[in-house]
Every structure is written in C-alpha cells, then in structure tokens.
C-alpha cells in the first residue's frame, strides 16, 4: 500500500530499460522489466549550448547538424543534448513516459518518469516536437506540452 520515497543521485539509468531497433525509427529505449506508472526511468545529466550554435551551423552550411535531431531546448532558451539514453527516446503523440527538466546548479538534468505502466518490450516514448511538426495545440490555439510533465504530475512526484 505504502511505498518507500524514490531516493535518488544526481543522475542514473534504471537498469529495467536498453537500447534496440525500433520499428518506429534507428533505435529506441525500450523497457527490459515492467515499469510502474509515476517510476523515474531515468535522469539525464545534460550538456548546455547556445541556440545560436546549431542556428550558425544552419546558417553556413545550409544543412542541418545531427545534434538538430536529438538536442532539447532548455527552459532558458539554450538547447541540450541529455547523455545516458536521454537522446535516443522516439517520438509518439499516444507518449507512455514524460520529462521534467532539473537545474540545481550543480547538474542540470532531463528526468524521465512512466506515464502508465509500461511493459517488458514495450517502446517507451516520449512526446517532443520534431521540427515543429506533430504539436499538438489547444481549440483556442495554445500549444499543449505533452512531454513535459505537469505541476500537479511533479507535486505527486515528489508525495510518493
């Protein structure tokens, strides 16, 4: 009934996830052991950059940078690549896991969290805008951040 409260480092991968092929696109993280609804997954520590980097990259190359691909926009404006499997999460608009951003000025990470239970082989997803393609938006037009965790999914986070 009870649960023991989540104690944990700055940074880790859950044992119960690897990487393999995904169906959906090169590889995917996928769940080795079942994973309870609310189960940190993982906590990414990440490695900050201007936006103007991949900008300039654009601007004198005419081609887009690997990093455009798997690089997060930080809350300040910057962007980020998340290290462990934190770059390799696919893309789905029906997500089974979600990410919340931490600064704590001693490691900024990306934490992963299961929406819902998710299976043994089971792809887990997460919902992130690819080239500002597959947003989902409000009938009044404000855009819906699927991925990010909510304020009341963070305060039941931090309760259990």
Not at 88 to 94: G, K
Not at 99 to 121: H, L, M, S, W
Not at 126 to 140: N, P, V, W
Request: proline share 2%; hydrophobic share 35%.
């Amino acid at each position: 009934m009870f649960k023991e409260k989540q104690v944990l480092s700055n940074w880790f991968v859950s044992q119960k996830i690897k990487i393999e092929e995904s169906s959906v696109h090169g590889l995917g993280v996928f769940a080795k052991e079942h994973i309870r609804k609310y189960e940190v997954i993982e906590r990414a520590p990440t490695i900050t950059f201007a936006r103007d980097l991949l900008v300039d990259w654009l601007h004198d190359t005419e081609s887009r940078h690997i990093l455009h691909d798997h690089a997060f926009g930080w809350p300040d404006g910057r962007h980020c690549v998340c290290l462990g499997y934190g770059s390799v999460y696919n893309h789905s608009n029906e997500n089974n896991a979600k990410f919340r951003y931490i600064d704590n000025k001693t490691c900024q990470t990306i934490e992963f969290v299961a929406v819902r239970d998710i299976q043994p082989g089971e792809e887990i997803f997460t919902h992130y805008i690819r080239g500002g393609q597959h947003a989902d938006f409000t009938e009044g037009g404000s855009l819906v951040a699927k991925g990010q965790l909510t304020g009341l999914e963070m305060e039941f986070l931090k309760s259990i």
